[in-house]
């Protein structure tokens, strides 16, 4: 299948700053697919980027129709240390875009990496999004987890890699 037959949209805030979901449709009967990570980088609804043209190479070879990428944190940007900066680094319609996500998924897949790649004060936002994920009806699955219990990112895992039931932590601290 080429990107010529896929169909891509993403959603933006009105100011521009916050990507709150990305969707590549590549038609057919498959599964849905949605897949959180932790921020929004260069892909939008006309270019890939490195991680995106990965996602996009496991939900073919999952056999998917759809895969409706959110983010833990909607604020574009490439480098999540800016987040600390950000005044708003999650974004004001975030957790009801991540609901939507996962109410219209038949897979739910999350997958935003080990926490220590977030400054500080921006490690214990993966809980509200857990309670956002329970809400909705979510069963997490991931490509495997880190050393700290979080799920693995997809972009430096083989394709080959299975999906596994995932569960929260609860080993860590109050600020992880």
Not at 39 to 48: F, I, R, T, V, Y
Not at 135 to 162: I, V
Request: aromatic share 6%.
């Amino acid at each position: 299948m080429t990107d010529l037959l896929m169909t891509r949209r993403a959603v933006f805030s009105e100011c521009g700053l916050y990507r709150y979901l990305l969707e590549h449709d590549f038609g057919g009967s498959g599964p849905v697919i949605s897949l959180g990570m932790v921020n929004p980088s260069k892909a939008d609804g006309q270019q890939n980027d490195p991680t995106m043209t990965k996602v996009d190479g496991f939900a073919r070879r999952m056999g998917a129709s759809k895969v409706i990428v959110w983010n833990k944190y909607a604020l574009i940007d490439k480098d999540v240390k800016v987040l600390r900066s950000a005044t708003d680094p999650i974004g004001p319609e975030n957790d009801a875009h991540i609901a939507q996500a996962i109410k219209g998924a038949d897979i739910h897949i999350v997958a935003w990496g080990p926490l220590s790649k977030l400054p500080k004060p921006l490690r214990a936002r993966w809980r509200s999004v857990v309670d956002v994920l329970t809400e909705a009806g979510a069963a997490p699955m991931c490509w495997s987890m880190a050393l700290d219990g979080q799920p693995r990112h997809p972009l430096m895992l083989a394709y080959a890699t299975p999906l596994i039931p995932w569960v929260a932590p609860t080993h860590l601290g109050r600020e992880a």
